[in-house]
């Protein structure tokens, strides 16, 4: 008996190591779309990935985007950053890393959809919350360089 109650406790320890890595059973599966709201004719180059997935490299036209889905880990580590890189009117190369998906930050923000719109002004993403875009983050730009060029 003793050792059933061993086996038994090895399969429910086994089965929450599994949950953890596929919690959209509990959850769902998580949407991201990277929307390039740069100027007319300004492409968007970006390069996503976790610590699990390499999404590969990607060129964005205006008002295109990107997406992909995932699950997202039951200790809400989960972690996706992104490399961008785009021309400003300029010529000179804008490029940011930004995380894009961060589980801690993004579940009670946008759920199961995170929407992030790329800008020469920064990078935005919408809360279903409050229903506005929200700018996360800015570009580091070249000296003498505004972010309305």
Not at 19 to 32: D, E, H, I, P
Not at 40 to 49: E, I
Request: glycine residues 8%.
């Amino acid at each position: 008996m003793a050792n059933l109650h061993r086996l038994m406790l090895i399969l429910v320890v086994f089965s929450l190591a599994q949950l953890a890595l596929v919690s959209g059973v509990l959850f769902g599966k998580v949407r991201v779309y990277v929307i390039n709201n740069l100027e007319s004719g300004k492409k968007l180059h970006m390069h996503c990935q976790s610590g699990d997935d390499d999404l590969g490299k990607h060129v964005i036209g205006h008002k295109d985007y990107f997406k992909w889905s995932f699950y997202n880990n039951i200790w809400d580590t989960t972690l996706f950053w992104c490399d961008f890189e785009w021309q400003h009117s300029s010529g000179a190369t804008v490029v940011g890393t930004f995380n894009i998906y961060d589980a801690m930050r993004d579940q009670p923000r946008c759920y199961t959809t995170c929407e992030w719109k790329v800008q020469r002004t920064g990078v935005y993403a919408f809360n279903l919350n409050t229903r506005k875009w929200e700018r996360l983050y800015r570009w580091l730009l070249p000296d003498g360089l505004a972010t309305h060029g």
